[in-house]
């Protein structure tokens, strides 16, 4: 979580080609998910009930974390905006955790209601699926896997939007911390990365 009078940066899901941040300073702290901040751009264009994305520096690491505009107040120095992070921050200086590819286990997800979408790879912290539907760079999207008999839901936090050349689209998503269940998400994708890697491990040693 960013302390106040720091300078971090936030930026929009439609904005996620050309990764574009845009300054605001942290006028205010409560809790552990909730601040406000004043953009250095008097015209930047938030909006309450707006998902982005907040990037800050944590021990020496560049971090982000989803976050949401809760309401857009008048504050002493101009318009400042009350906002919720959403989740955990994660590295945005490179990929934490190496995934493993599950394309050719055949598994699926469905994402966000629709059944049967790709689940193309997966890591300790989330995976990338093929979807038809459009989305932005940090919507929060539900998600439900099922995997050797267990079912395991959850909320994800879009990262990354590729379009493919068959009309599909991949995101790269990470779970969204929540309680710790049997039946969580975060629970699902580490069973599964755990398991494809020593299906691949085995596949590479001549094992069964």
Do not use: W
């Not at 929009?12 to 409560?30: C, D, M, Q, W, Y």
């Not at 890591?123 to 995997?147: M, P, W």
């Amino acid at each position: 979580m960013p302390s106040k009078d720091v300078t971090i940066f936030i930026r929009f899901p439609n904005e996620s080609t050309n990764r574009i941040l845009h300054a605001v300073k942290v006028v205010e702290v409560g809790g552990s998910d909730n601040l406000t901040v004043k953009p250095e751009n008097p015209e930047l264009p938030l909006e309450a009930e707006q998902e982005l994305l907040i990037y800050f520096e944590k021990n020496r690491k560049f971090m982000q974390q989803p976050a949401k505009v809760e309401a857009l107040l008048e504050g002493e120095e101009g318009v400042v905006a009350a906002m919720k992070t959403v989740g955990e921050p994660v590295s945005a200086e490179s990929r934490q955790c190496y995934r493993v590819s599950t394309a050719l286990s055949k598994l699926t997800t469905t994402f966000d209601g629709v059944g049967g979408c790709s689940l193309r790879d997966v890591s300790v912290t989330g995976f990338s699926v093929l979807s038809k539907k459009q989305y932005k760079n940090g919507q929060i999207i539900d998600a439900e896997i099922r995997f050797e008999g267990k079912r395991y839901v959850g909320k994800t936090s879009i990262q990354s939007v590729t379009p493919m050349e068959d009309g599909q689209i991949r995101y790269g998503v990470n779970c969204v911390k929540a309680a710790a269940s049997a039946t969580s998400l975060s629970k699902g994708v580490q069973q599964i990365s755990m398991s494809v890697q020593r299906q691949q491990l085995n596949r590479l040693s001549g094992g069964a």
